[in-house]
């Protein structure tokens, strides 16, 4: 909503607050749309912007195309996005984070050099929730052990999903972000804020030079070129300009850990440049079959590279310290609590 500021639209704005204001319960839109019924029409004019150019979150991210994550059918004919049509301001920042539309560096969230990461991936197509979920347990109490932040991998879409935004078609990627199956809001709440990150992160423009990887989607690289606080060349003229192809695959050599002996890295048929090559996979094998102690892990990758990346973690236990066991299994209810696009 654009509003032109003068006399009668900051009257207009003050009945929506006092609205607000005598009824907590009342949503913004709502108000707006109240005032504007009852008197706004006659003092006020109206334009409504064409969903063409102008679309709503339902338009842009679910009923035109499904749109999860950056490279989802890009467009340029688009001059702005209501990022509405989903409840929760963290959810609508998660959404926005994930289409590399959030520029907010606040407290050093992309730009900080002090900060450590794990990125773990999630290669097979057909992995089953249960074990989806426990290797994310895995990765955050990975994460938690040596100090470094998730990265988030991608999820795996369920067939029996009923989110219409949320179907792949026949020839999209059969994969989904956080809040297609969680409360953002948990997340935050149980976690905080430097426990993980979403799955785009290292394509912002804003991402510390030793962290951010390069991709060549259009509208995006304008806004790398334009922005006071991107100083490094952004193009790369071996990548796409459209889709996942457009996106600089991660360089760190991956791990994998086998928890028996004879386990070993799978090739489950992907595509993905984003997936790691068995090639330059490098398998550890832990003392206890399926388990891996904190000291472990300490002993294994207590290391100042700013990026430790995995394979991936199926079927993988993470023994921690007891002190820490009590506080993630508290998180691990409230965040594996399932949840729609919407976040209802």
Same mark, same amino acid.
């Given at each position: 909503?654009?509003?032109?500021?003068?006399?009668?639209?900051?009257?207009?704005?003050?009945?929506?607050?006092?609205?607000? $204001?005598?009824?907590?319960?009342?949503?913004?839109?709502?108000?707006?749309?109240?005032?504007?019924?009852?008197?706004?029409?006659?003092?006020?004019?109206?334009?409504?912007?064409?969903?063409?150019?102008?679309?709503?979150?339902?338009?842009?991210?679910?009923?035109?195309?499904? $749109?999860?994550?950056?490279?989802?059918?890009?467009?340029?004919?688009?001059?702005?996005?209501?990022?509405?049509?989903?409840?929760?301001?963290?959810?609508?920042?998660?959404?926005?984070?994930?289409?590399?539309?959030?520029?907010?560096?606040?407290? =050093?969230?992309?730009?900080?050099?002090?900060?450590?990461?794990?990125?773990?991936?999630?290669?097979?197509?057909?992995?089953?929730?249960?074990?989806?979920?426990?290797?994310?347990?895995?990765?955050?109490?990975?994460?938690?052990?040596?100090?470094?932040?998730?990265?988030?991998?991608?999820?795996? #879409?369920?067939?029996? #999903?009923?989110?219409? =935004?949320?179907?792949?078609?026949?020839?999209?990627?059969?994969? #989904?972000?956080?809040?297609?199956?969680?409360?953002?809001?948990?997340?935050?709440?149980?976690?905080?804020?430097?426990?993980?990150?979403?799955?785009?992160?290292?394509?912002?423009?804003?991402?510390?030079?030793?962290? $951010?990887?390069?991709?060549?989607?259009?509208?995006?690289?304008?806004?790398?070129?334009?922005?006071?606080?991107?100083?490094?060349?952004?193009?790369?003229?071996?990548?796409?300009?459209?889709?996942?192809?457009?996106?600089?695959?991660?360089?760190?050599?991956?791990?994998?850990?086998?928890? $028996? =002996?004879?386990?070993?890295?799978?090739?489950?048929?992907?595509?993905?440049?984003?997936?790691?090559?068995?090639?330059?996979?490098?398998?550890?094998?832990?003392?206890?079959?399926?388990?891996?102690?904190?000291?472990?892990?300490?002993?294994?990758?207590?290391?100042?590279?700013?990026?430790?990346?995995?394979?991936?973690?199926?079927?993988?236990?993470?023994?921690?310290?007891?002190?820490?066991?009590?506080?993630?299994?508290? #998180?691990?209810?409230?965040?594996?609590?399932?949840?729609?696009?919407?976040?209802?």
């Amino acid at each position: 909503m654009y509003v032109t500021p003068n006399s009668k639209s900051i009257t207009y704005l003050s009945q929506v607050v006092m609205v607000q $204001r005598s009824n907590p319960r009342i949503r913004q839109q709502v108000a707006v749309n109240k005032v504007l019924q009852s008197s706004g029409k006659n003092s006020l004019t109206v334009h409504v912007l064409p969903q063409a150019n102008w679309p709503c979150g339902a338009v842009f991210f679910q009923r035109q195309a499904r $749109r999860m994550f950056a490279w989802h059918h890009t467009c340029t004919n688009y001059l702005v996005v209501h990022n509405n049509w989903i409840v929760g301001d963290e959810a609508k920042e998660y959404r926005a984070k994930e289409f590399l539309q959030w520029s907010n560096d606040v407290d =050093g969230y992309y730009s900080s050099s002090r900060h450590k990461y794990i990125f773990v991936g999630n290669p097979d197509p057909n992995v089953s929730k249960v074990v989806e979920e426990a290797a994310l347990r895995a990765a955050l109490m990975l994460g938690e052990i040596l100090n470094r932040i998730l990265i988030l991998p991608w999820l795996r #879409c369920r067939p029996n #999903c009923k989110d219409e =935004g949320c179907q792949p078609g026949k020839a999209e990627l059969d994969i #989904c972000s956080l809040n297609s199956r969680y409360y953002v809001k948990l997340w935050n709440r149980m976690l905080g804020p430097n426990r993980w990150r979403e799955m785009m992160f290292r394509y912002n423009p804003l991402t510390h030079t030793n962290v $951010r990887l390069t991709h060549n989607l259009v509208a995006l690289t304008q806004w790398a070129a334009s922005d006071d606080r991107v100083h490094e060349k952004w193009i790369d003229p071996e990548l796409s300009q459209s889709g996942i192809d457009s996106l600089a695959p991660p360089q760190e050599q991956a791990h994998f850990i086998s928890s $028996r =002996g004879h386990m070993r890295p799978e090739d489950y048929g992907n595509v993905f440049k984003q997936e790691s090559p068995l090639s330059e996979v490098v398998v550890h094998y832990t003392v206890a079959d399926q388990v891996i102690s904190w000291q472990e892990a300490l002993e294994k990758w207590n290391s100042s590279s700013q990026v430790l990346r995995f394979h991936s973690l199926y079927n993988i236990q993470v023994q921690m310290k007891p002190s820490d066991h009590d506080f993630f299994q508290k #998180c691990f209810i409230e965040i594996f609590k399932e949840a729609d696009l919407k976040q209802f």
